[in-house]
Nanobody
């Protein structure tokens, strides 16, 4: 059973940066694609970015050029580096995993097998 734990959220001023972590336990992430999602109050969940084991990535237009997804297999962790944060980036951020999906040429998966509990990101002055 794969368990995912997000961390790194918090309060940051507009223009600031945060790095979110998604750490897996009990199972290695070598063969999983990991996606980051966010959900703001009163809004639908939005896919932000994803990465697969071959290193291919995908970004939503709303974060392209500001967010960077990466993985560290030795730490069994996927990161989301968020720069130039805006108030509209405020949301609960979740990571999710799906076995065997390759992002290259296909974009992010629609469905995932496992989800984390989320971490709050608030961008405000």
């Amino acid at each position: 059973q794969l368990r995912l734990v997000e961390s790194g959220g918090g309060l940051v001023q507009p223009g600031g940066s945060l790095r979110l972590s998604c750490t897996a336990s009990d199972v290695t992430l070598d063969e999983y694609a990991i996606g980051w999602f966010r959900q703001a109050p009163g809004k639908e969940r939005e896919g932000v970015s994803c990465i697969s084991s071959d290193g291919s990535t995908y970004y939503a237009d709303s974060v392209k050029g500001r967010f960077t997804i990466s993985s560290d297999n030795a730490k069994n962790t996927v990161y989301l580096q968020m720069n130039s944060l805006k108030p509209e980036d405020t949301a609960v951020y979740y990571c999710a995993a799906i076995f065997g999906f390759v992002v290259a040429g296909k974009g992010c998966p629609v469905e995932y097998d496992y989800w984390g509990q989320g971490t709050q990101v608030t961008v405000s002055s």
